[in-house]
């Protein structure tokens, strides 16, 4: 029952004004009781919720997937064991399983419009870059993945440009030092998003060095999401890639 | 001398091959000596050097702002003191000064495009919140403003909803918990930049907790930046919005 | 013996001067050698000794619960695992566990008063959560649950608005971000006790930054736990219920 | 214009459709621009707006006084220099100044009720104890403050134990190592509030190791709020003390 | 050979100048090729060097083991596992293990001097204080056991104020919030050696929090050692107790 | 009213069994209302309260030196300025000040006994070392001051190796790296007390690193105080240096 | 094709203006899909690509191993399992491994030039130390290798001086205080490479204590490298030890 | 006196055997009473003593330096103010003020040799570098400054290749990302010597964010030292540079 329907259904006298006061602060969920799950957040924020799988209880999440999927014909979750996988796939059938990117999926076909650029420093980045390819392509964004071009060999780098100025939105990941947004920001028109990864040893302290770099970059143009957030990355550059092909 | 130059003037041998191979890694930038002024940048990356005026030097600043402004005909500087400003204002006459942003600015008259939605959080907020502003109207977007909107009484956010429902891109600045831009993404579906800043006290060490209420945000499309940082919040909602109105 | 009883001998000569300084300043409590049970803790703060299980050596465990359970008739283990469930059930009958809140209890018939209402941010959090619920209506409270009402949907949480009215403590369970407490405090009259948890990834390190986040709210009336401190929280929510129904 | 108000102006058809959904969105505030003065905050959480005057410019901090003293015919404010003081005795008669609280107000003749109790370790944590005090008894509790009783010498503070006892609620200001809360909450039945202050050196880290203390208290019954956060104090203890006496 | 030696052979001439001055740069020390074993340690320091058995290689672990043993005819060892007390005593007859304290040792006969008294705060931290009871004894220290008596329950402390007067060093030990050293300290003369142990959770980070509380004490006399560090403060109090008894 | 008093009063029936309930509770302090001056301290840890003047009122400054003066003939102040040294010598003649340590003091006319040695690192660190040096002696001990002994030339510290073995106890002072105890402690058979102090820049994080390093050191003995706590160092040489000349 | 390549083709109309100017971004990079092995670097930087195998995907290694071999006939990878071991040597014929420093190496047979040394602090140290070893020996310099000189017994290092005296650079690796590298630095003319280790433990925080000692270091000349990196450690001493012999 | 004199005397029965044992152990160096100058410094580490000046007492300072300069016949002196400089010039003529550098010097003439090249990424690193450039200068190194090459306009470095292809060893001032470092040692043969700066704001937490990255970088061949210790860099490129040209 939308807000519009029940200012109807009292104006028509089908309910009195104290059920009107309680219902319009009542949302449209699906209660569990153990999740509510957000239904009109599509409506209401332009896309469907995600499963986050990590440390979900087995029956919990059979539940999620299933009444989301029943709803939305399509779904998407993140950090997801090789376990998870076989349970759902018992319930669920032609979900996928990316082993890199820790990602469950179900897609509908559907066209991918404009172009995203997702970069990694280094080949033990991939994982992330890969949560945040899965993440932007399902939600319907064209990417292109340009992997291994740290800042260590620059003209790996450099001689990506042309492709980097064809991008909407370019996502960074980078652990270490991460110093390849900061590069990769001095070069472009466009909006970078930095993804830290928790790549490194020693004082890199779990990619927080990552993340410092990124915040402190003396470049213009970052954003910077939580370290090895590549989920978060892609929803990002999925909702400017659409703004930049008039999608809102 | 552009690259085309370069090659142009090697092939008819105006130059010998060791000389264009050095050529052809300068770039072009004006050496004041203690600086290199990066005067292709608007080319590169569509958007001139902005002068971070904090601790600079009065003689240094003065020929800066100077160069500068002879090259581009107009000029932003930050975190720029009332004695800075009293100085360059004998050199640049009418340079202009927001003393709540601590920007200096001398702007071209400009269409505004598109629309960017700058919140804050409380009233201690406002000077970031104006840095940010100065500089996204600099570089050309529309935007508007709407402060002391923080989640201890979530109905002045709420009755909002309309304006915000019409941004490219929405800027939110808080301090203390930091938690407008967690509810703020959950409303809308354009990206939210996040904006820490140090107003608090405690432990709040220097807005460390706003910083890392937004990288850990539960709700998605936020684009956190430095502490403090409303221009590169600034910068980063004008590419955004210019996006989303075409331009690129 | 109780300071008054060694008064009392001293006044009759049962005991000398000497003797009468020592007893005084030796309070009641059983010694196990390795562990001195607070027997008169009751009397003085209200409740019985709580075990906490982790990492307790299993004969210290099994000694530890008959002698608290003899002299108490109830008791309550928490941070227990499975494994000592299945030793310590051996020993104890009717011993029961909840194994999301990882708690050992056999509690007395009674009747549970007032209203303490626990929220969750997520699904996740819901461990955290029972533990407080566990704690809470063993010492006699009773307890409405309303899990899964994070920020990002907020109308999950709105739509609440009179359950939490009608309560005389909350208790806010939160990870990521935890700025759930935030915006619940700036809805209700009565205190708000917020516990941040673990749960997230990357910058959240361990739960400091819901900690922090809770700790820096701009709402008021907010008590701050230990992170993932459940039975904390159900303790205090249990005083300040017990409070307001006039039990002290 | 309540929620309530809109439903029968709309069923009335003194408003259409659309403007009955905006309006429903819209709470009651006063928007001085740069300000939204939270004017149901007390029908909403049981207190008026409290002004946070630290760094707030003059002009803004000149029209809240007068918009919230007219409206509400009292007023407190927090973190306020001698300077703001005599700034705003120019404008409004009669304002107060605690020169250890750094508190303004101006306060209605009011039964104080029930019973809370204020103690501090040392004699430089009683500026913050000031502030719980003013901001407690402007709420209307009653409060007994007793200084100077840290842990060092523990004979001062079990010298007390009569007036503890009596307490509905205590708060226990401590710097340095802050081991007076745990001591505290292990002799009493009420909650204990714990006000981690900055006075110390060295690794106290501007209060951090007396917030850590609190936080990992092996007493029970603690709730720990910001470091030198005496207002947030005052208010949660004013908050329980209310709900002892049968107020909610 | 010893300086004294080196001199007389120089002044004898079995030695030339060169000679000399080298030799009387090196020390006595066996060379094991991977390890440096120091020999006159108890000449100098008063103490045979004890074995950090933690991580050490097995062939490296029985050859220091066999080294040492040969030489002083007693041995210590810390940090030990179960795997390496079983492999060890193939090796050497009569090892003993202290599997709370994981400790190996061979100890000589000795009387027992003196007086130590080791307190722990909880029944968690009794692992660290028999690493620091077998360590203080191996050193010939008399020492007695206090365990349990935390602040949570002070009456439990209070009780034993006769036998801390009787000691000539107290050792504290306690994790959470490690209150326990500052009180103490406020009761006694003599220095109380604190040691913080990584027991609790949430924000205690693996021992920070009752590092911090130890050494921002207000009480005066406390000697702080590293986290979980029996081993030192056993050794530490075994050198004060050894000076009150005239030894040194 | 001593203890002993108390239960003579209530046999001889001076007093009822409730108030000598209540009067055992009682210590001993004089109660300044803003403090509680700790009188029989010196009784039970067998050292006078020493003043902490940092950020003291003036007027409580006034009166607590008055009546500690008064009560013990002696005071000792630390972390006094010049300002509060001009005001307290127009109450309180011949009160000195030393502003290398920042302490005040009036001692009584005593024989120093035992021997305690203060080393420091670098001469930036006299600071503490006075302080140290100021408590040790105004307690009673002997010192021995040796000054800008740092490892960097470690041969100045070697130089000095007799005077290290005739201390009873050795405070080593060091900020930077704060090897200094370290090394210190190898030579010796004594207990080393080490003080990190703040000197030093950039990533010495006001004197963490020095701490940590004194915290974690390989060599034995070692008792670590807050950074920059001579006070504190001092108070601890005195207990043990007394112990070792047989004072307890 | 190098640049030199692309301007003579351009030259002589082999390829157009657009081609020569993409052609020159581009470097020279073998380009594996996931990664881009970069071939140049040895040219440009003086040394092959070593292999961080730390996590690599095993067909991933796999692949990486055989092309970088089949290019430079050597090949060194860093942090590789015993089981990555058992997997390549399938694939490669001798190869060896360390077990120690965990590397995997194919050496051609080459003279060893000028001298560095490597001391460690501790037998635990001795891993990151081997890593130092076979890296720094890989790429060419000649190693002497000096283990277990820590400063709780400062004669086993000052018995080493004239070995110090002769090496060009000198590599310290110590974990705990890592007070090692200060004093060898006060010792030698040389630069002093400081590797600080994670061993230790309680405060030690993974290598902190030890890494903030050795940037903080009161000795001049001290180059630190991050936390057990015992590669870059001996990348850096073989670039000092080469510049020393001559070679550039 | 040497200890070869001393083993001479000893020989001759110039000294007897207890002398020549305690002659042995000390070393040269002069003892002011608050300082022990290093007077054999150069002799062993191949450098004179330099005065760090922040924070020196006036009459420390001044004694300092005319003992020093008497030996020398130059000096160097770091982190001087201005008002330091003007004392000092009425005591030793001809001294010399850097401002930016925050030095102090008077030199000799010599023959600055090899080749080190200084690099910033900004001009507000300037102060920093330029105190590296007088240290390196003052120990006989010659040196190139490149000032202003940060990574957010890459073509500002590359077109320096060649310049920094001549350096024995190059120095990287940067703040802020700090990512200078990593892209300069892709590039060059020679080590790189690593200076974070405390410039920046935000997240930069006083450099912290900068010495990260540098720890963590991506690159080989990078040393760093502390934050801001443009004289540690200065010390430790003259070491490297002298090498290079033969002098050790």
């Known amino acids: 029952m939308t807000t519009k329907d029940i200012l109807e259904k009292y104006k028509t006298n089908q309910i009195d004004l104290d059920s009107a006061l309680k219902e319009i602060k009542k949302a449209n969920y699906e209660d569990l009781g153990f999740a509510k799950l ?13 499963v986050f ?11 999620i997937f299933k009444t989301l999927y029943a709803e939305n014909k399509e ?4 950090r997801a064991t090789k376990e998870q996988y076989e ?23 559907k066209e991918l419009v404009g172009n995203v650029v997702i970069l990694t420093a280094g080949t033990a980045d991939i994982g992330v870059a890969e949560e945040a390819f899965e993440t932007c392509t399902f939600l ?24 980097l100025n064809k991008a909407n939105c370019i ?11 900061s590069v ?14 928790s790549v490194g040893y020693g004082a890199n302290f779990g990619g927080l060095s ?16 939580n370290i090895d957030n590549g989920y978060g990355a892609g929803y990002l550059a999925n909702q400017i890639n659409k703004l930049a092909v008039g999608i809102k």
């Not at 957000?38 to 995600?50: I, M, S």
């Not at 779904?75 to 993140?78: D, E, F, K, R, V």
């Not at 920001?185 to 830290?196: D, Q, R």
């Open 38 to 50: 957000d239904q009109n957040r599509k409506e209401r924020t332009g896309a469907n919720e995600v």
């Open 53 to 63: 799988c990590q440390n979900k209880d087995n029956d919990f999440l059979i539940k």
């Open 75 to 78: 779904i998407l979750g993140t």
């Open 87 to 109: 349970l759902l796939k018992q319930h669920i059938n032609n979900i996928e399983y990316n082993h890199l990117a820790k990602t469950l999926k179900i897609s509908q076909n």
């Open 140 to 163: 319907g964004s064209h990417v292109e993945r340009i992997y291994d071009v740290g800042v260590s060999g620059i003209h790996r780098l450099l001689s990506q440009e042309e492709k």
């Open 171 to 181: 996502i960074a990941v980078a652990g270490m030092e991460g110093a390849l947004a």
């Open 184 to 197: 990769v920001a001095g070069l472009v028109k466009v909006p970078v998003i930095a993804v830290p990864t």
């Open 210 to 225: 990552a993340l410092l770099t990124m915040l402190n970059s003396c470049s213009n143009g970052i954003a910077t999401v």
